[in-house]
């Protein structure tokens, strides 16, 4: 018996091209001009790895994200989709398929592509057009704001579900009521909230402020109000996560296996592969990135190199080494440590300059402050009830 450990993939990125068609200002990849499309073949060998080094069982999730998935054609689209069906098939897998879209480029053909292959859609859009067009705009500073709902309209004739991440920048503090309710009337069945990140080439965050946790905190208070008294049509992922994160018992399972985002900090949980064929893992936000002494966090290409096999070359033992030491020094000194088990390392290097580091602005927005709202409203309840 091999005594090499067995690794689960979780979440297979898939960059089918680096360009977006739209220049968001906050944006954090830095080739988004760059107009090459992901291959038939790199495709064919990213699964053929994958199934070589038992990375999964039975299903295997990919996301299409890292540009803009439709500024390809729909065409060659589909024909990447009946390449990993075949692929698919010939190994006895199932694949879910996701695709992450500003919705500019939704028209009828490419909802047709969403429900032939079962695709689960998520829009990205910033709230009500005041507050979207701000930062989500073209490359010569237009709005987006009408065409992305147009986008939406179109998912909704088609009976599509979809749901939303919207970053969160400083300019939507001021405006709680307003942002959740245009997710709320515009029937997203779900809404994710990212906060607007330093990462890769966005090197600054307009949350950087001062007063920045405050005002953040009264927003997330306002938003989780209205989510609470709203009928519950519409989910707010933050809440949702923090509200299971507080009933498990951690106790009961390993860690890693039971905290949200786990696959974050294990290797090849995560393995994100961009239209060169070249691969990193952790979080999905370090592929495209420039760092010469990380080699880019670049950790292999897939038409040189399988998945297990790159874990032994020294880019990834170091990366491996320095997330870890920055995990164990979260267990040490964090008292949420049992709910996002370390951090995203993304984020930790961009803001802290080191994988090898513990709290960002990502931890205290995203996981620490939706946590205490929640738990706080427990209490009160059950304090109430007594």
């Not at 245009?182 to 966005?202: A, P, S, V």
Request: net charge negative; charged share 25%; hydrophobic share 35%.
């Amino acid at each position: 018996m091999s005594q090499i450990p067995r690794y689960e993939l979780d979440l297979l990125v898939l960059q089918p091209t680096p360009f977006c068609n739209i220049d968001c200002k906050y944006c954090y990849l830095p080739d988004r001009h760059l107009k090459k499309k992901l291959s038939s073949e790199t495709i064919t060998r990213t699964i053929d790895n994958i199934v070589k080094d038992n990375l999964v069982d039975k299903t295997l999730s990919i996301v299409w994200h890292a540009g803009e998935p439709l500024a390809i054609s729909i065409d060659y689209f589909e024909f990447l989709l009946i390449t990993i069906q075949n692929s698919a098939e010939e190994h006895s897998l199932e694949i879910a398929h996701s695709i992450q879209t500003n919705g500019m480029l939704i028209n009828d053909e490419w909802c047709r592509i969403i429900k032939t292959y079962g695709i689960s859609i998520g829009l990205s859009i910033d709230g009500p057009s005041f507050l979207h067009d701000i930062n989500r705009v073209t490359r010569k500073g237009k709005g987006t704001h009408e065409a992305a709902m147009k986008g939406a309209l179109m998912l909704q004739k088609h009976n599509i579900p979809y749901h939303a991440i919207a970053v969160i920048t400083e300019n939507a503090l001021e405006y709680p009521d307003a942002f959740f309710q245009f997710f709320y009337d515009n029937n997203f069945f779900l809404l994710g909230m990212n906060i607007e990140e330093i990462e890769g080439c966005n090197i600054s965050s307009s949350l950087e402020s001062n007063d920045a946790d405050l005002r953040v905190r009264k927003f997330l208070e306002r938003i989780f109000k209205l989510y609470k008294n709203s009928d519950g049509r519409m989910k707010v992922r933050e809440f949702s996560n923090a509200a299971r994160s507080i009933l498990r018992r951690p106790d009961v399972f390993d860690i890693r296996d039971a905290i949200s985002g786990s696959h974050q900090i294990s290797p090849l949980g995560i393995i994100s592969v961009d239209c060169d064929g070249n691969f990193s893992s952790f979080s999905p936000e370090l592929i495209g990135q420039k760092n010469e002494s990380y080699s880019n966090f670049i950790l292999g290409n897939v038409h040189e190199i399988g998945f297990l096999s790159s874990m032994e070359t020294p880019i990834f033992k170091r990366i491996t080494n320095e997330i870890e030491s920055g995990i164990a020094q979260c267990e040490k000194t964090c008292s949420y440590f049992s709910v996002c088990g370390g951090g995203a390392p993304s984020n930790k290097f961009f803001e802290n300059g080191t994988f090898d580091s513990t709290e960002t602005m990502f931890c205290r927005h995203s996981v620490q402050k939706p946590l205490d709202i929640v738990l706080e409203d427990i209490e009160n309840s059950l304090h109430i009830k007594n």
